[in-house]
């Protein structure tokens, strides 16, 4: 496993030599000689990160993020795209920790310069960070939170979307159909993430539809966002016995997000709200006992400003933003009679720091996140550990890492 | 030449708008008049089959810049902002002149050679 581990960080090393250099291969088509040349394209992107943790007095190293893109232009009208991701650097057998898993894969037909189908695995538009993730692109060095837990960025499942804009004005729209969720892997505490299938066997009983609409103007940027699909993905006779709807859309979870982002002059400002409806919670609950909420929640908004924009010429590549943003989530901030409350899921957090971009694709960050938290109720503490110190609702962690991508 | 044999959409009076130009593709060569500049200095042009927008922009000295909205990271198809050019697939961004202001793209925009004959811009594809 060490020499895979090896021969695959040594294949990541000297594929970054090659970085974003298309290789053409042959040529065909008619009309623009120089356009439809077939092209392999290889990217990616990572980043790793330290952490203090000031309660627990404890301090971790990780290589967060490791993604290789791969693409490959058959023609003007067909393409392919892949990320390719480890996740913390290792992946060993009976360890817990790490995953490798394509984080997309699709394929992708232009109908013409403004529309193009995607099918596949791929991550619809919701949210910002879902479609926009790589790491030396936003600031701090974890995600946030609230794209995180509410919106699990990043979320891909296998199917089919329309992207598309309108040619006079800047409008820009998706409209996708996926496979659902499953609520029998909702899990307490994590929102919809343990739900999704990421590509891997998930069940088509149940699918999803979203849509987006972006607006451009000036320097502002406006989305909404949606996303509804069933999350029983069992045939109805066991659907049945479990008492849970059976169906394409039984058991809905809905999302509705919107944002606005503006950048000008060094400053640059984003806030976004989202909220998740599960209707049928109280059945999920009772059929696997997960704690389901009926409603989640999360808004953040966060300032930034380029202290070198003033200092160097605007085109320099070199920025230093200093930033500060707050996140607000719960989730179970609505939960149905045969739920638990948990306030820790009632979260807070006020995020500052620094990002240090020496040219665009690289970024060194400083970071503090400021935690806080409602209070732990004792009903979920089932078997205490005599070890475990009492939950603390406050608590700072400190973070200095890296980020890059090409 | 094909002068007026292209399409002008999207001439609305909202500053939000883009002005479109539809035409065809001929020896390598867009033709578009030069008529399409009397409200604007930029005119988005669709060649026909080219799956490709042009950004075509009069300069100040009365020159004009084509460039091709392809992403120059993976080749996606640009998309147009209020005050540049965008790639959804990974977030690379680029200004009015094609210069990248957001990565993870690290090469300018292509720009094609331009010429005014008679009227016409003609902007050389090869």
């Given at each position: 496993m060490q020499k895979i581990f090896t021969f695959a960080l040594l294949l990541f090393s000297s594929l970054s030599v090659f970085a974003q250099q298309p290789v053409a291969t042959t040529s065909e088509d008619s009309l623009s000689r120089n356009l439809s040349k077939t092209s392999?394209?290889?990217?990616?992107?990572?980043?790793?990160?330290?952490?203090?943790?000031?309660?627990?007095?404890?301090?971790?190293?990780?290589?967060?993020?490791?993604?290789?893109?791969?693409?490959?232009?058959?023609?003007?009208?067909?393409?392919?795209?892949?990320?390719?991701?480890?996740?913390?650097?290792?992946?060993?057998?009976?360890?817990?920790?790490?995953?490798?898993?394509?984080?997309?894969?699709?394929?992708?037909?232009?109908?013409?310069?403004?529309?193009?189908?995607?099918?596949?695995?791929?991550?619809?538009?919701?949210?910002?960070?879902?479609?926009?993730?790589?790491?030396?692109?936003?600031?701090?060095?974890?995600?946030?939170?609230?794209?995180?837990?509410?919106?699990?960025?990043?979320?891909?499942?296998?199917?089919?979307?329309?992207?598309?804009?309108?040619?006079?004005?800047?409008?820009?729209?998706?409209?996708?159909?996926?496979?659902?969720?499953?609520?029998?892997?909702?899990?307490?505490?994590?929102?919809?993430?343990?739900?999704?299938?990421?590509?891997?066997?998930?069940?088509?009983?149940?699918?999803?539809?979203?849509?987006?609409?972006?607006?451009?103007?000036?320097?502002?940027?406006?989305?909404?966002?949606?996303?509804?699909?069933?999350?029983?993905?069992?045939?109805k006779r066991k659907a049945d016995s479990l008492g849970l709807n059976s169906g394409t859309f039984a058991a809905p979870v809905a999302l509705g997000e919107a944002d606005i982002q503006y950048a000008h002059n060094g400053f640059s400002a984003k806030a976004l709200g989202t909220i998740v409806s599960i209707k049928d919670a109280q059945s999920i609950n009772h059929a696997?006992?997960?704690?389901?909420?009926?409603?989640?929640?999360?808004?953040?908004?966060?300032?930034g400003y380029d202290l070198l924009y003033a200092l160097i010429h605007h085109r320099h590549p070199q920025q230093l933003i200093l930033f500060v943003r707050d996140e607000k989530l719960d989730m179970n901030s609505k939960i149905p009679s045969n739920g638990i409350y948990d306030g820790t899921l009632d979260q807070n957090y006020v995020v500052t720091g620094f990002t240090y971009l020496p040219i665009r694709n690289v970024a060194l960050k400083a970071d503090v996140r400021i935690v806080h938290t409602g209070a732990q109720n004792p009903n979920l503490i089932i078997n205490p550990n005599p070890a475990t110190i009492p939950y603390q609702q406050n608590n700072n962690l400190v973070n200095l890492g890296m980020a890059f991508s090409f | 030449m094909i002068a007026g044999a292209g399409i002008a959409m999207g001439s609305l009076a909202s500053c939000a708008t883009v002005p479109v130009y539809q035409t065809a593709i001929s020896n390598q060569q867009v033709i578009v008049p030069v008529s399409l500049f009397e409200k604007g200095n930029i005119q988005i042009i669709q060649p026909k089959n080219l799956y490709y927008n042009i950004a075509l922009k009069k300069e100040n000295d009365g020159s004009y810049t084509a460039l091709l909205l392809r992403c120059t990271h993976a080749d996606n198809q640009l998309i147009t902002t209020g005050n540049g050019y965008k790639c959804n697939l990974h977030g690379s961004a680029f200004d009015q002149e094609g210069l990248v202001t957001i990565g993870p793209a690290e090469k300018p925009l292509r720009k094609y050679l331009t010429e005014i004959n008679n009227g016409q811009i003609i902007i050389h594809l090869s």
């Amino acid at each position: 496993m060490q020499k895979i581990f090896t021969f695959a960080l040594l294949l990541f090393s000297s594929l970054s030599v090659f970085a974003q250099q298309p290789v053409a291969t042959t040529s065909e088509d008619s009309l623009s000689r120089n356009l439809s040349k077939t092209s392999t394209t290889i990217g990616g992107y990572g980043n790793a990160f330290y952490q203090r943790n000031s309660n627990l007095g404890t301090s971790r190293a990780d290589l967060e993020r490791g993604v290789l893109f791969f693409g490959h232009k058959f023609n003007n009208q067909i393409s392919f795209f892949s990320e390719l991701e480890i996740e913390d650097a290792k992946v060993a057998g009976g360890q817990n920790g790490g995953e490798v898993s394509f984080e997309q894969a699709y394929l992708k037909f232009n109908l013409n310069a403004n529309q193009y189908i995607v099918a596949g695995l791929f991550i619809p538009r919701i949210g910002i960070l879902n479609e926009n993730h790589l790491p030396n692109t936003f600031n701090g060095n974890e995600r946030n939170y609230v794209e995180t837990f509410i919106i699990p960025a990043t979320w891909r499942e296998l199917g089919v979307s329309l992207y598309g804009s309108l040619s006079s004005v800047p409008v820009n729209y998706t409209l996708g159909i996926m496979n659902g969720l499953s609520s029998a892997a909702f899990t307490h505490g994590t929102g919809l993430i343990d739900g999704r299938f990421e590509g891997r066997n998930a069940s088509a009983n149940n699918l999803a539809v979203t849509a987006s609409l972006q607006y451009y103007a000036g320097d502002f940027k406006t989305q909404i966002s949606g996303y509804y699909g069933g999350t029983v993905g069992v045939s109805k006779r066991k659907a049945d016995s479990l008492g849970l709807n059976s169906g394409t859309f039984a058991a809905p979870v809905a999302l509705g997000e919107a944002d606005i982002q503006y950048a000008h002059n060094g400053f640059s400002a984003k806030a976004l709200g989202t909220i998740v409806s599960i209707k049928d919670a109280q059945s999920i609950n009772h059929a696997y006992a997960s704690n389901t909420p009926e409603t989640e929640y999360g808004a953040y908004a966060e300032v930034g400003y380029d202290l070198l924009y003033a200092l160097i010429h605007h085109r320099h590549p070199q920025q230093l933003i200093l930033f500060v943003r707050d996140e607000k989530l719960d989730m179970n901030s609505k939960i149905p009679s045969n739920g638990i409350y948990d306030g820790t899921l009632d979260q807070n957090y006020v995020v500052t720091g620094f990002t240090y971009l020496p040219i665009r694709n690289v970024a060194l960050k400083a970071d503090v996140r400021i935690v806080h938290t409602g209070a732990q109720n004792p009903n979920l503490i089932i078997n205490p550990n005599p070890a475990t110190i009492p939950y603390q609702q406050n608590n700072n962690l400190v973070n200095l890492g890296m980020a890059f991508s090409f | 030449m094909i002068a007026g044999a292209g399409i002008a959409m999207g001439s609305l009076a909202s500053c939000a708008t883009v002005p479109v130009y539809q035409t065809a593709i001929s020896n390598q060569q867009v033709i578009v008049p030069v008529s399409l500049f009397e409200k604007g200095n930029i005119q988005i042009i669709q060649p026909k089959n080219l799956y490709y927008n042009i950004a075509l922009k009069k300069e100040n000295d009365g020159s004009y810049t084509a460039l091709l909205l392809r992403c120059t990271h993976a080749d996606n198809q640009l998309i147009t902002t209020g005050n540049g050019y965008k790639c959804n697939l990974h977030g690379s961004a680029f200004d009015q002149e094609g210069l990248v202001t957001i990565g993870p793209a690290e090469k300018p925009l292509r720009k094609y050679l331009t010429e005014i004959n008679n009227g016409q811009i003609i902007i050389h594809l090869s």
